[in-house]
């Protein structure tokens, strides 16, 4: 019997109606569109806005719209994973509340952190309940809601997050198409550089907290750069090497969109033309776990059944790594 591997079956992204333009942000901090789209690639980002609506929410839509283009129902989903850093609340996870919110009656379902690189992370993850035949239709979420914890008087963040989500259904398939390999790494030493301080179980939510603004995202940015500039393209050369795949027989790179430098140089490390790279970083920004789901889903009608894709991304934490999957429609 040929190996079983978990294949992509469907794609889907939502991203919310409102756009921050870098004009709109140039009122808000002391920045410039030239300066962001310089030093980014960025020209504007969407933002979930409405009382009460978290990332459940925008993965609500991605869901229901994936569901629909596959032709069935929720509650043929055995199991979500849903790779967030915006959970709709701390506990319980985001997973179970989608699962209510579509109808996935029969599905199980957890909340995965790894920030930047959650999606690939979860997708690894997921592919391992398809291979073991333990289930037959698993749900990958990554999405987050990066307003909710983002500083609007710090220019050095705000300028890069956007609120996005995108949603995969992972199937058998025995063609030899799916999740062929990953390479994930993670190294917790590099916290000190991108986190946020507090409303953990180490510094809970208190007025001094909030007066010192430590529910948003700390990063530093240059540390963090050096790091993701390095080891996002290392690891995509790294999984190209295992498996012996030339610059030529890669069809696509889908990258992490953090910073249009970082992709750049992940891809000149790889040898693969521009041709070949998703980028929509100068509209969407930096969705953290939205990223690459939302690249796959705009690019869906470009794949082919066979390509060869390789996913990369890089995040806080720090966590890292690489996918190499063949496209299965
Ligand atoms: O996805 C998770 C992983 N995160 C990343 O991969 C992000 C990696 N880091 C980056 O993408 C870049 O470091 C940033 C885009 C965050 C910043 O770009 P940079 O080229 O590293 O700028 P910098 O932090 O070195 O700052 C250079 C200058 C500073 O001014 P001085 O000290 O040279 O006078 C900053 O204060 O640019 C200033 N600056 C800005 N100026 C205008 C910082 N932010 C802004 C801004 N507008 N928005």
Redesign the pocket.
Known sequence: MSKVHAAITAVQGYVPDYVLTNKELESI?D??DE??TS??GIKERRILKGEGLGISDMAVHAVNGLLKKRGITADEIELIIFCTTTPDLQFPASANILADKIGAVNAWGYDLQA??SGFIFGLTTASQFIESGRHKKVLVVGGDKMSSIINYQD??TC??FGDGCGAVLLEPNEEGNGIIDAVLRTDGSGRQY?HQKAGGSVKPASIETVTNNEHVVY?E??A??KF?VTNMANVAAEIMERNNLTADQVNWLVP?Q??KR?IDATASRMGVGADKVMINIERYG?TTNGTIPLCLWEWESQLKKGDTLILAA???GFTWGSVYLKWAY
Request: aromatic content about 10%.
């Open positions: 901090v920045t410039t300066w962001i030093r980014t920030a930047c220019r050095s300028i890069i991108l990063q940015g240059q963090v750069f993701a992490h953090a910073n970082i930096n890089f995040g806080g």
